[in-house]
């Protein structure tokens, strides 16, 4: 067994059912298998829960379960894992990272909050425990603009990493929060030439925009919102054709929800595909995911110094979601 590349390398049995042994483990270990929705579909079928990132930041919360198999990426793993110093939890594939969370690295912006005295710091869920643990109030793209609405009107307020979903909310709200300044790479790919391109093969289609696509791809949506509420839309909705601008994985809940709709991924700028993926998301395979369940590996670890300073603005975000 080798966890070296982070994930367990490890020889499976030739002939396994790996759906059906990952239910036996699950049930064995008293673990719940969490996953976003940008996951591979094997793996949001086979999960307990599937959801956005504040879907499953409640859910592991609120689990009783002994282990958490967060089947996503790394700041998901570190999110639980505060929410949940007790239990095991494992993400099965470690090098699963994020580059929004990764064009915000921690002592930069500690060093920025501090050199901005009185302003209050509200972070991005897609950020590491060292940033949370510098930031006031954690929030989603779901409910960014809830958080930001509840606070006073003339309070002074950094909103880091993501400067497209800071744009997006400034524009709905008229503040003017001081934005650091990082990006999601697949978001940042969609362009509102491709989505022209797909309007003129789809003329009555309804264009879903995730806040972390640049403002002007935003200026063309029906609907702008998290993957939650794109979801949610294109189900109440008497439109049978959805642009989808957010990452492609989304679509596999949307088709399952809407069997008679049709949904078309907006490819990325350079249009060396179809739809616009994230690697990262990808990484999480069956076969780590029962690896991870029967190893117990690899498991999530956070600071305690850390953990105890980045637990508080994730619970006032749950708090603030209720």
Not at 60 to 71: G, L, N, R, T
Not at 92 to 113: N, Q, R, Y
Not at 127 to 139: E, F, L, N
Not at 167 to 181: A, E, F, H, K, V
Request: hydrophobic letters at 40%; aromatic letters at 6%.
């Amino acid at each position: 067994m080798n966890v070296d590349n982070g994930y367990v390398d490890a020889p499976i049995e030739e002939g396994i059912d790996l759906k059906k042994e990952i239910v036996r483990l699950k049930q064995e270990k008293n673990a719940i298998i969490l996953a976003h929705y940008y996951q591979r579909p094997e793996i949001q079928d086979i999960a307990d829960f599937i959801g956005d990132s504040l879907a499953l930041a409640q859910i592991a919360a609120e689990s009783q379960a002994d282990i958490i198999v967060m089947c996503g990426v790394q700041f998901m793993g570190e999110t639980a894992k505060v929410l949940c110093p007790g239990k095991k939890v494992i993400v099965p594939d470690m090098s699963a990272g994020c580059s929004l969370a990764d064009s915000c690295p921690a002592d930069e912006f500690e060093k920025f909050v501090a050199g901005h005295p009185g302003y209050t710091v509200v972070s991005y869920v897609n950020t590491t425990a060292a940033v949370k643990a510098v930031t006031d109030i954690v929030v989603t793209s779901g409910n960014a603009r809830k958080i930001i609405d509840s606070l006073p009107a003339d309070e002074k307020i950094i909103f880091g990493p993501d400067r497209n979903l800071g744009n997006y909310i400034n524009m709905q709200t008229g503040r003017n929060m001081l934005l650091w300044d990082g990006a999601c790479h697949v978001h940042e790919q969609f362009s509102l030439e491709k989505i022209s391109e797909l309007r003129k093969q789809y003329p009555g289609a309804k264009v879903l925009v995730h806040p972390e696509c640049r403002r002007q791809v935003q200026m063309v949506a029906d609907k702008v919102g998290s993957t939650k509420v794109l979801l949610d839309y294109a189900v109440a909705s008497d439109c049978d054709t959805f642009i989808v601008a957010t990452e492609s994985g989304i679509l596999h809940e949307m088709v399952k929800k809407c069997p008679t709709k049709k949904f078309i991924p907006v490819p990325p700028e350079d249009g060396t595909c179809s739809c616009n993926e994230c690697a990262y998301m990808k990484l999480v395979t069956l076969e780590k995911l029962y690896n991870s369940l029967k190893y117990e590996l690899p498991l999530v670890e956070v600071d305690p110094e850390v953990a105890a300073k980045a637990v508080k603005p994730i619970k006032r975000m749950l708090e603030l979601s209720k």
